[in-house]
């Protein structure tokens, strides 16, 4: 009797001893858990309160006069914090656009697919390569090797339809939505 | 009772705190009889320049944020003010300036000097790792500590560099909205870069806390490189180099002062007095020279890399793991050794080529069949070159140290050192600059190839097949001579 109650308390303390230790694991995993579901849902409001706050997403439309503009030239507006170029394009300029073979550019569009009117070229005057500012909308400007824009920082070339025809730039310059809201009025965004 | 031996004090007002904490035994422990090698050379003042140079910039710096505004409107202006109105105010910022520049010198020889004398070697692994993390907050905290004045060159280098970020695939352009807080560099990235300014600075203070502390576990490396054996190798701290360090940073902070006193603008650009204008790129921009060679690299890579070029970096990676980092090849292709090198070296070739020629139409090389575009790969490379510094105990596993006793490690280092100098020439020029009738990006290429040739090649190598010198018995004896 005796040995066999010795024998069943060796057993049960054996088996206690396991159960107890796998509770203490899953405790401490489930713990552990809820401690990172935790401070992910702590973390969560703060870093995105970085992102764009709203007033900063208000500022997301623009019209422009564009009335001003004859053939051949181009101004700048801000949209977003960042410049897009309007240009009024001659009939020369468009003809260079469109006379271009796509399957030999970097990044391969048409102009068809990059205008609205033949006429008005709208694009977002950031270089793809580390986002500086194309020159190129004044006469006096260099316009790099294919009559459109070139950027300074790291020689980037844009031909007349702002695609990227040289340089270090893997993208054409972004087109921004837009609609011509008259024949003289565009608005972007 | 605190725990360990205390020291004793004559004055009861410390004697009665220092029962109660230790701070007076641990100073005494740690900075006045705390055993240092005899042979130091005065490479081994610049930890405590280093020192100086962070307590110098946060008190600097702690001022100055009390006459700025972070605000992309009054930024600009509030630094003009502090320059012109704010009393002593062009001393404190011309000390903050010229700080960061010097703060890098130092820290600059501190590294060069721990390369040098093997200082990351075993077993100093760790004490290595912490200092170049102190090396990359600085380098966070310098960057955007530039943006603060919003002139030109803040708001174009900090949109140039940012704008690396985008180079990650799929999340990019995610995270640098989230840098920004908006669709380009602008008031909400300005508040936020102060407030990060701010608290990195003491982030470093922490990290520098453990770097000391693992410092004092191990103990200094020396110019032999070899451990102190006992009493006759060592020196106490104080007098001896507390003193020696005193001497060498009054004479560094004569050529600090000389800078803020007398050329308080030469080592900034020009440009940072245009106020910020988001509609104007600088022509030509240029990061501060401390970051110049990791720029060079940044810009080295030109070409987009593709299946064939990746293929073959793969094929020569395989041949430099089996034959070069271990001590027996174990590969079942080692046999074929030279065919893989052969088709490795084509390949890169042939990847190479197409991408440079699109017209001869090889299939898989267009730009958009890039598998890592040359943007990715220029982050990847600058980036790199600083995780090549975090392994190099485990790169360069040669037994002795100090380069004194390696020569062909010591020529291939200062050949590295040459070349990191070289790099940041050519970070400072124009990107399509020419040496005479060399383009320098060929040369920035070379130079990154000696940089990353130079960690996972030479020093491998070297770690299997440099004989070395015979080291010196103990430091007494190669100090004092046989006769001490």
Redesign the interface.
């Known amino acids: 009797m005796t040995i066999a109650n010795q024998e069943l308390r060796t057993i049960m303390t054996a088996h206690t001893k396991d159960d107890e230790n796998a509770r203490r694991d899953f405790l401490q995993l489930t713990a552990g858990a809820m401690g990172v579901v935790g401070a992910a849902c702590v973390a969560t409001p703060l870093v995105n309160s970085l992102n764009p706050a709203k007033d900063t997403l208000a500022l997301a439309t623009i019209e422009v006069d564009v009335s001003d503009l004859k053939p051949g030239e181009a101004k700048t507006e801000m949209w977003q914090g960042k410049p897009v170029f309007i240009k009024h394009r001659t009939p020369k300029e468009i003809e260079e656009a469109e006379d271009v073979d796509v399957a030999t550019l970097r990044d391969k569009q048409p102009d068809s697919a990059r205008v609205q009117k033949p006429e008005w070229l709208v694009v977002i005057g950031v270089c793809t390569h580390l986002g500086c500012i194309p020159v190129g909308n004044k006469p006096t400007d260099a316009h790099g090797d294919y009559d459109g824009w070139f950027c300074p920082c790291h020689g980037s070339h844009y031909d007349t339809s702002g695609r990227v025809r040289k340089g270090p730039a893997p993208k054409n310059l972004a087109v921004p939505p837009y609609e011509f809201v008259s024949d003289t009025v565009i608005k972007i965004g | 009772m605190g725990s360990g031996e205390r020291a004793e004090f004559k004055n009861p007002v410390i004697g009665w705190i220092d029962e109660r904490l230790p701070l007076f035994t641990l100073m005494q422990k740690e900075y006045g009889v705390f055993p240092t090698p005899r042979n130091f050379n005065y490479f081994w003042n610049f930890g405590a320049i280093a020192m100086f140079m962070l307590v110098a910039m946060i008190v600097s710096g702690i001022v100055l944020a009390m006459h700025y505004t972070a605000d992309t409107e009054l930024a600009f202006d509030s630094v003009e003010r502090i320059m012109r109105d704010v009393n002593s105010g062009w001393l404190i910022r011309y000390i903050h300036m010229n700080g960061a520049s010097f703060f890098f010198v130092a820290v600059y020889i501190h590294i060069f000097r721990g390369m040098y004398y093997g200082s990351y070697k075993k077993p100093r692994e760790l004490l290595w790792i912490l200092g170049v993390l102190i090396f990359l907050l600085m380098m966070a905290t310098a960057f955007i500590g530039y943006v603060l004045p919003w002139g030109q060159m803040s708001l174009?280098g900090a949109?140039?560099i940012?704008?690396?970020f985008s180079a990650i695939p799929w999340v990019g352009d995610s995270i640098v909205?989230?840098?920004?807080?908006?669709?380009?560099v602008?008031n909400?990235t300005l508040t936020?870069f102060f407030a990060l300014h701010y608290l990195l600075p003491f982030v470093i203070f922490a990290v520098v806390f453990l770097h000391v502390w693992a410092l004092h576990i191990t103990g200094s490396n020396n110019p032999l490189g070899i451990e102190p054996k006992g009493p006759q190798d060592t020196l106490p701290f104080h007098p001896y180099y507390t003193m020696k360090d005193s001497f060498g940073l009054v004479l560094f902070v004569i050529l600090y002062a000389l800078f803020i006193f007398y050329a308080p603008d030469s080592l900034g650009h020009p440009d940072n007095y245009i106020p910020a204008d988001?509609?104007?790129?600088?022509?030509?921009?240029v990061p501060e020279w401390y970051f110049l060679p990791f720029y060079a690299i940044l810009?080295a890579i030109?070409f987009n890399m593709n299946i064939y070029f990746l293929a073959g970096i793969a094929g020569l990676f395989t041949l430099l793991v089996e034959f070069v980092w271990r001590e027996k090849p174990k590969m079942i292709a080692a046999p074929y050794a030279l065919p893989i090198l052969v088709a490795s070296l084509f390949l890169a070739a042939l990847g190479f080529i197409g991408d440079q020629y699109?017209?001869l139409g090889i299939p898989f090389t267009a730009?958009?069949d890039a598998l890592v575009?040359?943007?990715l790969g220029g982050v990847l490379a600058m980036f790199g070159a600083i995780v090549l510094l975090l392994v190099l105990p485990w790169l360069d596993t040669h037994p002795i140290r100090s380069a004194r006793f390696r020569p062909l490690f010591k020529w291939s280092f200062l050949l590295l050192f040459v070349v990191f100098v070289f790099l940041g020439y050519i970070g400072s020029q124009p990107?399509?600059a020419a040496f005479g009738p060399v383009p320098l990006s060929l040369l920035g290429l070379l130079c990154t190839g000696y940089y990353y040739g130079f960690f996972l090649v030479i020093l491998p190598f070297l770690s299997r097949f440099e004989k070395g010198r015979n080291l010196p018995k103990s430091i007494h004896e190669a100090v004092l001579g046989k006769g001490a």
Request: hydrophobic share 35%; glycine share 6%; charged share 15%.
């Open positions: 174009w949109t140039v940012t704008n690396l909205t989230l840098l920004w807080g908006g669709f380009s602008d909400p936020r988001p509609l104007v790129t600088p022509p030509h921009i810009r030109t699109p017209t730009a958009e575009s040359a943007k990107a399509d």
